[in-house]
Structure formats: structure tokens, C-alpha cells
């Protein structure tokens, strides 16, 4: 069996169904060519932000959807909010930017600047809305992905994520983002506010690891490589 995840490979081995059966994780391959760094204040002249901003990215399309974690996302937003009462500066420079299909916008209570850019059409326009942003915030709690992780990391922005999914492999703290423990929202916050506190050569730094990892794991060369060697090898049971 074949996962896209060391998350779902873990889940793969526990099931009776797969039990003594052979286990391997291939990530799945992004377009690397759409998905990659482009500099900050050209996407977000494209989007329309600001480009004195700290951005916090999410795609909200559903936010009822509990295995997404939404309650978590808002959760550690309000309790970063309350970590930044010593920081007014920082707590009034920043920017949480949504996207998707969101009809109860109303409903998310964020405690900072909010801006909504709706649903964006296509590839290209996805990884600029990545590109614009300083961090990529991913709240699920339950997740056979999600994708966005390796579509953020391709693009050199970093990730804060909780510890399962494709989270295991692409988001290292302190090297492409920050991994936060399962549905702790404090984590989560502090998560955030290490991030959003680096100086500009840090973030480069780890700017350009997200990249360099994503390229090695999520390139769809990298998958196909992986699944020729899968097969050559003939123990496919």
C-alpha cells in the first residue's frame, strides 16, 4: 500500500486489513513550476494587500466542517491575540487574509485586521495568494493531506500546522514552520508568534528551506521516481 503521508502510513499499519502487507510514503507531487517563490510585494500588489503587512494565510471554505478544525484556527488567533498585548505594534501590523467559497464570514470572529480575496481561480492564482504571505496556517485535525501544505511549501512560504498529515514530513519547526501538538490551540499561537517575530534574514533562511524540501519530497519527478522504483523492485505485496 501506498501513502501519501508518514501520517497515513502510520494509519495504514495499524489496520488489520494491511497488516504484513509491504508500506511506503510517496508524497504527492505539486507543479513546481506554478507552485514556487516569487517576491512578496509582487503577489500581493496582484491580490490587492498590503505590503507592509505580516499575513497570515488560511482557506476557509467550509468552516463547518470539524475535521478542518476551524475551532482551533480561531482559538489559537484569539490567544495570540492575547500573547500580543505587550506587542502593540506587531498586534497592529498584522493581516489574516481568507480565501475560498465562504458564505458565514461573519462567523469567524478573528481578532485581527481580516480580509477576505474570495475564490481564487486556478493554480496561478492560489500560489500567489501562498507567495503574498509571511505564514500558511493549517488547522486540520483530520486530514489524508491536505495538499495546501505542500502547495505552501513549494512556494517558500512557511507552515504552521498541527501534528498530522503531511505535516510529519514537511513542517519541521524551526525549519520550514512550526508543528504544533494535536488540537492544542496555545501551541498553535505560540507557533504563530515565533514566526511572525523573525527578523527578515531568519525568514528568509527559512523561506528558502521550504523550498529546498518541498523540491526534494513534493516534486512530481521525485513521485514518479519513487513509483518506477516501487515497481522495478517487483515486491509490490
Known sequence: AVAASSWLRNQLESASVFRNKRHETILLGIDADVFKPAPQGVAREILGLPTHKKIIFFGANNIDEERKGIFYLLDALSQLHVLLNTKPDLCENILVVTAGRLKNKAQLCIPFEHQHIGWLQGDEKLAVAYQSADVFVNASIEDSGPMMINESILCGTPVVSFEMGVALDLVHSDG????????????MAAGLLRLLEMDD?????????????????????VQVRAFMQLFESGNLI
Do not use: V
Open 176 to 187: 520550514t514552520g512550526y508543528r504544533a501538538r494535536l488540537k492544542d490551540s496555545a501551541d
Open 201 to 221: 534574514d531568519c525568514a528568509q533562511a527559512m523561506r528558502i528551506e521550504c523550498r529546498a524540501l518541498g523540491m526534494q519530497l513534493s516534486h512530481p519527478d
